[in-house]
């Protein structure tokens, strides 16, 4: 285009400007294209180094262990804590927490619980977000994150904040926008009868029927 432009009058300059031209053209789109190349593959490793915790509450027909009515339910529940990575694979449950706590209670001392069963089986977490909603949002529980080499991304809580001062605290929309895939994996628990309401009286016995369950889900990778 810039080339079909020059008339046989112009000068040899004008023909070296022309080119220059074109040749910057050429490079900046190149550059664009490197810069559009990198950003996608830092997210492709960015989004396989990030985990998403959240709690799951299953119904209770009878009484038992960590069994309490919950009034958002209107029934009794019991609640486990569930991490899982980016590609859907369940990496621990947390013991059962009685229905009517909090998404906070006792949150640091499961959650190191669920640290411990992934460095028995050697599953490297450190530099590796973790994604989770504003129910999360303790000071303590921030700090726990941050000792384990981990990013917290987790959603503020605006009714925690005490102070309206805007002060700067890293949380990465686009790392956030894959917790979906935690809810996925709740829908597929779901699927399996066993564990979608809890009759067992003794915790113990209902959590193993949730890591079987849990394996079921992992081997899914394996197999297909």
Same mark, same amino acid.
């Given at each position: 285009?810039?080339?079909?432009?020059?008339?046989?009058?112009?000068?040899?300059? !004008?023909?070296?400007? #022309?080119?220059?031209?074109? /040749? !910057?053209?050429?490079?900046? +789109?190149?550059? /664009? &294209?490197?810069?559009?190349?990198?950003?996608?593959?830092? $997210? +492709?490793?960015?989004?396989?180094?990030?985990?998403?915790?959240?709690?799951?509450?299953?119904?209770?027909?009878?009484?038992?262990?960590?069994?309490?009515?919950?009034?958002?339910?209107?029934? &009794?529940?019991?609640?486990?804590?569930?991490?899982?990575? $980016?590609?859907?694979?369940?990496?621990?449950?947390?013991?059962?927490?009685?229905?009517? #706590? *909090?998404?906070?209670?006792?949150?640091?001392?499961?959650? !190191?619980?669920?640290?411990?069963?992934?460095?028995? *089986? *050697?599953?490297?977490?450190?530099?590796?977000?973790?994604?989770?909603?504003?129910?999360?949002?303790?000071?303590?529980?921030?700090?726990?994150?941050?000792? #384990?080499?981990?990013?917290?991304?987790?959603?503020?809580? &605006?009714?925690?904040? &005490?102070?309206?001062?805007?002060?700067?605290?890293?949380?990465?929309?686009?790392?956030? !926008?894959? +917790?979906?895939?935690?809810?996925?994996?709740?829908?597929?628990?779901?699927?399996?009868?066993?564990?979608?309401?809890?009759?067992?009286?003794?915790?113990?016995?209902?959590?193993?029927?949730?890591?079987?369950?849990?394996?079921?889900? $992992?081997?899914?990778?394996?197999? $297909?």
């Amino acid at each position: 285009m810039l080339l079909a432009n020059i008339s046989d009058s112009q000068s040899a300059d !004008q023909l070296a400007e #022309h080119l220059l031209s074109l /040749c !910057q053209m050429v490079k900046r +789109r190149q550059l /664009c &294209k490197t810069i559009r190349d990198v950003a996608s593959r830092y $997210n +492709r490793e960015i989004s396989l180094r990030m985990f998403t915790i959240r709690r799951h509450t299953y119904a209770v027909k009878k009484r038992g262990q960590n069994v309490n009515y919950q009034g958002r339910k209107s029934a &009794k529940t019991v609640n486990h804590l569930v991490l899982c990575d $980016n590609s859907y694979n369940l990496l621990a449950v947390s013991d059962g927490i009685d229905g009517n #706590h *909090h998404d906070s209670y006792d949150l640091v001392d499961n959650t !190191q619980k669920m640290i411990d069963s992934l460095d028995r *089986h *050697h599953i490297d977490y450190r530099h590796s977000h973790l994604n989770a909603d504003s129910g999360f949002d303790t000071k303590a529980f921030g700090a726990f994150i941050r000792q #384990h080499d981990m990013i917290a991304n987790i959603r503020k809580n &605006k009714r925690n904040t &005490k102070t309206t001062d805007k002060q700067y605290r890293y949380m990465s929309e686009y790392i956030y !926008q894959y +917790r979906f895939k935690i809810e996925v994996v709740f829908a597929w628990l779901d699927t399996y009868k066993r564990i979608l309401v809890r009759f067992e009286k003794l915790s113990l016995h209902f959590t193993s029927w949730v890591l079987i369950a849990s394996a079921l889900i $992992n081997f899914r990778h394996v197999f $297909n």
